[in-house]
């Protein structure tokens, strides 16, 4: 009985992240400027039992920039980052997560540093696309479409991701946004 209802809950997100996958491409609106410092607050709360569960450290600077896009989808990107970089560690490690942004001349390269796990060099072009995943459900949560919508919200916003990983050496996410 534990099974089916396991099996039922697994389904249940699966048929959810899809449907955010599919109703990401209709966003609406007009972009706007974002003050980064705000979104990541949000991100925060929206993310307060997982880093307390976890004593997740997350070192936000004390400005970030100004950005223009569309705020949900932003803070669906650096939600998705931040969760991800808290997740995925050894067992019994302290999530240190930092965000980092450095100005370009027509861009924002926002990264989201972690201590976690790190990515194989061979699977890192898989990681955005959409199912793929590096681990066992088993073993870590999760239904392997977040990245795929990261990549596809960043490349609404006319951006690129990207990610620079080493195994067991942890992961800089880096995804660009217009000034």
Not at 39 to 56: D, G, P, R, Y
Not at 144 to 169: F, M, Y
Request: one cysteine or more; a negative charge; glycine letters at 8%.
């Amino acid at each position: 009985m534990q099974v089916a209802v396991d099996n039922a809950s697994r389904m249940e997100a699966l048929i959810q992240n899809v449907l955010d996958f599919s109703i990401t491409s209709e966003i609406k609106g007009e972009m706007q400027p974002l003050v980064l410092s705000d979104v990541m607050e949000a991100v925060k709360q929206h993310l307060a039992c997982q880093i307390s569960e976890t004593n997740a450290l997350i070192l936000i600077p004390d400005l970030l920039p100004t950005v223009v896009g569309y705020p949900t989808g932003v803070l669906r990107v650096l939600q998705n980052l931040v969760s991800n970089a808290i997740k995925f560690v050894q067992k019994g490690q302290q999530p240190v997560v930092t965000i980092v942004a450095e100005e370009k001349p027509t861009h924002w390269v926002i990264c989201v540093k972690d201590n976690g796990l790190g990515i194989d060099e061979n699977h890192q072009a898989k990681i955005f696309e959409i199912f793929k995943r590096l681990h066992a459900s088993a073993d870590y949560a999760g239904s392997g479409v977040g990245l795929s919508l990261c990549k596809k919200i960043v490349e609404q916003h006319g951006g690129n991701i990207w990610v620079e990983s080493k195994l067991g050496a942890g992961s800089n996410f880096y995804f660009t946004l217009n000034i």
